[in-house]
């Protein structure tokens, strides 16, 4: 078979089949080009860069822990968390600092508990989604508050002429790179995630578990500052969707959910697939509630597609 | 030393929820004695009926290692058809049995994918969910649509000897299938499951065949549950809580069914009376809505931790 080929139909590669989703999101983008006159549009593409910032924010981190065979439903309500406590009336430099403590010791718990107490990842977060998400609730009963103008600016505005979304994704991109693909640490995730043996191979795969944990829930807060900027105040409903968009845009971009095989630039494929589909049917004019529909049901086409060895969880 | 470890692990056999449900009582107790009161306390129970009956399926699904996220869902549709006025001509009988065949049918679909297909349960039900719950929107074009009919309410509000009918009706459906349980096969392949997939398998337990079948009764168990929810309130409704599903999963955790742990019914059924308690508790306490989601979370954990520690120790 050609070398091309041969890329294409890679599947059990340590980087998941990727190919395919790629080829999809190329066929998306080529369509709406051609049937929706605006598609093309400078506002746009703008647009589609800022709806898909805040998703891929939240879907790296959702990757790192599905790459040691986690999942994180907390994503969502970290989100809302930080855009509630970004919108309270304080200096930017308290705000910011805050919000990130704020995530990582939720990422701290949802580690915690599954590596030193053995609760399965999915309780784990929910039950940690319900505590965060009342704790969102509790900072900012409704949507509301304003933000520092700063963080407003730092996503609305320029920089040398670059408009900031793509900066903000260009940096998410760098950053997980060095994480994933470009570290030690990133090594060990697809050890850990890979097989029963990690351990004996002397990676530490309690720590690294747990800081798989806290980087997702960085990742999120993050997304939560880029969705606070662009909003300019709070909500406690905001990081709803992130959940369920994040695990779909990682299973998108042939990340397994059993642990160990997925790609950064997967991910990412991902990520733009849902954000064009979203976006398409914005320019068709879909019913929002049809949408919410039609991801559900690519969801579950994808994790379909995904045999696993286990039944259950 | 013996006596004091085997002592312990007595204590670690009782479900929790019996211990929070103790603890709560007394609580109750001291703070507002003049809630001990049988029929204002039927009438807390019954709030509680549609979360008891998703529960009995929910204790299904969890005991052979998967989940359900989809009750949300199915109890939308079910309201949705009863109430949205399509089905105003038809007698009761047949709208009941379309409703439970939509739960049927739905809980087959979760059934197939998980067990067949084998994704990831989390995922599977998540989206179905996700898909019922859009569609509802779409067909009810975000408004509530119209009133259940009479006979629904009737139903709801009747009482036998102060104990509202409803609440009659879960401990009778928690009894038939603790019975079911205990007296056919289909139990003991849910407990082998549970406690070993893998030598289940090996021991000729049709693994596959009973995962489906639990998703299906839960499925069932949901659109029950949205039968008698839809009972309880005046007007059809779109919104629907996702809290219905994190007490379901609560629940059946406190009530000692875990990942691994068999089936067992009255444990989770003391779990949702627990909430019930709860509710009225916090209700009284003047705890507002952000307390109790991080109540709710608090318990799931803790109840969570407890079975992680004891399984470590074993």
Redesign the interface.
């Given at each position: 078979m050609s070398k091309v080929g041969q890329i294409f139909v890679r599947a059990n590669s340590r980087h998941g089949l990727w190919t395919i989703p790629l080829l999809v999101a190329v066929f998306c983008f080529a369509g709406l080009a051609a049937s929706a006159a605006d598609f093309v549009s400078r506002q746009n593409i703008l647009n589609l860069f800022a709806q898909a910032t805040p998703l891929i924010l939240v879907s790296i981190g959702q990757m790192i822990v599905i790459l040691v065979k986690g999942?994180d439903?907390s994503v969502g309500s970290v989100v809302s968390l930080t855009t509630g406590i970004l919108s309270l009336n304080a200096p930017v430099y308290v705000t910011v600092p805050a919000a990130m403590l704020t995530a990582a010791v939720v990422g701290l718990l949802n580690g915690v508990?599954v590596t030193r107490?053995?609760?399965?990842p999915?309780?784990?977060t929910?039950?940690?989604?319900?505590?965060?998400?009342?704790?969102?609730?509790?900072v900012r009963?409704s949507a509301g508050g304003t933000v520092a103008p700063e963080i407003v600016a730092l996503v609305s505005g320029q920089l040398f002429g670059v408009y900031m979304p793509v900066i903000w994704t260009i940096a998410a991109i760098l950053v997980g790179w060095k994480i994933v693909h470009a570290s030690r640490f990133g090594l060990h995730l697809f050890a850990i995630g890979g097989g029963e043996t990690a351990g004996t191979f002397g990676i530490a795969e309690q720590r690294n578990t747990l800081a798989a944990y806290v980087l997702s829930s960085c990742f999120a807060a993050t997304a939560g500052i880029f969705l606070a900027g662009r909003i300019a105040s709070g909500d406690p409903n905001i990081g709803t969707q992130y959940a369920?968009d994040s695990?779909t845009a990682v299973?998108l971009g042939g990340t397994q959910?059993a642990g160990g095989i997925g790609s950064l630039h997967g991910t990412l494929i991902g990520c733009g697939l849902l954000a064009l589909i979203a976006n398409g049917m914005n320019l068709l004019n879909v019913?929002a509630?049809?949408?919410?529909?039609v991801?559900?049901?690519i969801?579950?086409l994808v994790?379909?597609l995904?045999?696993?060895?286990?039944?259950?969880? | 030393m013996t006596s004091r470890s085997s002592l312990f692990r007595a204590t670690l056999r009782i479900p929790p929820s019996c211990i929070v449900f103790v603890v709560l009582l007394v609580t109750l107790w001291v703070l507002r004695p003049n809630m001990m009161n049988p029929a204002i306390l039927g009438t807390f129970a019954r709030q509680v009926v549609p979360l008891g009956i998703v529960v009995l399926g929910q204790l299904l699904v969890i005991s052979?290692?998967?989940?359900d996220l989809s009750a949300g869902g199915i109890i939308l549709l079910v309201n949705y058809l009863i109430s949205s006025g399509l089905l105003y001509s038809w007698p009761l009988p047949p709208i009941i049995l379309l409703c439970l065949g939509v739960g049927l049918a739905v809980g087959l679909v979760n059934g197939l994918?998980?067990?067949k297909?084998?994704?990831?349960?989390?995922?599977?039900t998540?989206?179905?969910?996700?898909?019922l719950?859009?569609?509802v929107?779409?067909l009810a074009n975000?408004k509530p649509p119209g009133d259940v009919p009479a006979e629904f309410r009737a139903l709801y509000n009747l009482r036998l000897w102060t104990i509202p009918a409803p609440v009659l009706f879960w401990v009778a459906l928690a009894g038939t299938m603790s019975a079911f349980l205990g007296a056919f096969v289909f139990g003991r392949f849910v407990w082998s499951i549970g406690s070993n997939?893998t030598s289940a398998h090996f021991s000729g337990v049709p693994?596959?065949r009973a995962?489906v079948i639990a998703h299906v009764i839960s499925g069932l168990m949901s659109a029950v549950a949205g039968l008698v929810q839809t009972s309880s309130i005046a007007v059809g409704s779109v919104r629907f809580g996702p809290e219905l599903i994190?007490n379901s999963?609560?629940a059946t955790?406190l009530g000692g069914v875990v990942?691994g742990r068999p089936a067992e019914v009255w444990g989770p059924f003391v779990g949702v009376l627990c909430f019930a308690l709860l509710f009225v508790v916090m209700t009284t306490m003047g705890v507002q809505?952000?307390?109790?989601?991080?109540?709710?979370?608090?318990?799931?954990?803790l109840a969570?931790?407890f079975y992680?520690?004891r399984?470590?120790s074993n």
């Open positions: 999942l439903l508990a107490f053995r609760v399965h999915i309780i784990a929910l039950s940690i989604t319900g505590i965060t998400q009342g704790v969102a609730m509790f009963p369920v695990i299973a959910l019913s509630f049809i949408q919410t529909v991801k559900g049901a969801l579950l994790i379909a995904q045999p696993r060895k286990n039944i259950g969880l | 052979s290692r998967s989940i994918f998980v067990g297909r084998r994704a990831s349960a989390v995922i599977v998540l989206a179905v969910n996700i898909v719950i859009g569609l929107e779409y975000g997939p693994v596959e995962v994190m999963i609560a955790i990942f809505e952000p307390g109790k989601l991080i109540v709710q979370g608090l318990i799931i954990l969570a931790i992680g520690l399984s470590k």
